[in-house]
T-cell receptor
């Protein structure tokens, strides 16, 4: 298994509170991604990073921010959690940009977040 | 209309059957096509990768791409209960970092 660790694995939080999810990799891969997965929507990209301090928005970035101060860590912050952000969050890593070459994205185990 | 359409299922078949899973897409620029398998409460894992059109075979799995019809398929031969999972298609063009995902098809193989 690729060395990706997400923490926490489960979290329940109240509406309006900030929440930070952490993704840690030991593969030294350049690219890191945060996705959310909801029934009927599949995986939707929130933010991604193509290097330390280099990040960009994905399809559903509103209400989320990210930071990458080290190659191995990619943090996702919900600035003020809402019930619509209840979801399963996956971190993924890849050695080159998605779709270029025979690129596999390796996924973490996911974080189940419930906003009440 | 979503860029990638995938029937959510569930698709239930008896053990040993041939399974056909499909995705349709609208963006003719897509060139890279992937199938991921996701077991319950786990992250997705790559099963098959195909560039452009054609077929690719790996053991019991065959991936097929028909760019003229904007249609991709994954065939599973001699299906096993351990194949029960959700199968997601994903695709991209060469110019951006983002994979575009189907919603996933839940497959159940009955012993």
């Amino acid at each position: 298994d690729a060395g990706i660790t997400q923490s926490p694995r489960h979290k329940v939080t109240e509406t309006g509170t900030p929440v930070t999810l952490r993704c840690h990799q030991t593969e030294n891969h350049r690219y890191m991604y945060w996705y959310r997965q909801d029934p009927g929507h599949g995986l939707r990209l929130i933010h991604y990073s193509y290097g330390v301090k280099d990040t960009d928005k994905g399809e559903v970035s509103d209400g989320y921010s990210v930071s990458r101060s080290k190659t191995e860590d990619f943090l996702l912050t919900l600035e003020s959690a809402t019930s619509s952000q209840t979801s399963v969050y996956f971190c993924a890593i890849s050695d080159s940009s998605a779709g270029v070459g025979n690129t596999e994205a390796f996924f973490g185990q996911g974080t189940r977040l419930t906003v009440v | 209309q979503k860029e990638v359409e995938q029937d959510p299922g569930p698709l239930s078949v008896p053990e040993g059957a041939i399974v056909s899973l499909n995705c349709t897409y609208s963006n003719s620029a897509f060139q890279y096509f992937m199938w991921y398998r996701q077991y319950s409460r786990k992250g997705p894992e790559l099963l098959m990768y195909t560039y452009s059109s054609g077929n690719k075979e790996d053991g019991r799995f065959t991936a097929q791409v028909d760019k003229s019809s904007k249609y991709i398929s994954l065939f599973i031969r001699d299906s096993q209960p351990s194949d029960s999972a959700t199968y997601l298609c994903a695709m991209s063009d060469h110019s951006n970092y983002q994979l575009i995902w189907g919603a996933g098809t839940k497959l159940i193989i009955k012993p």
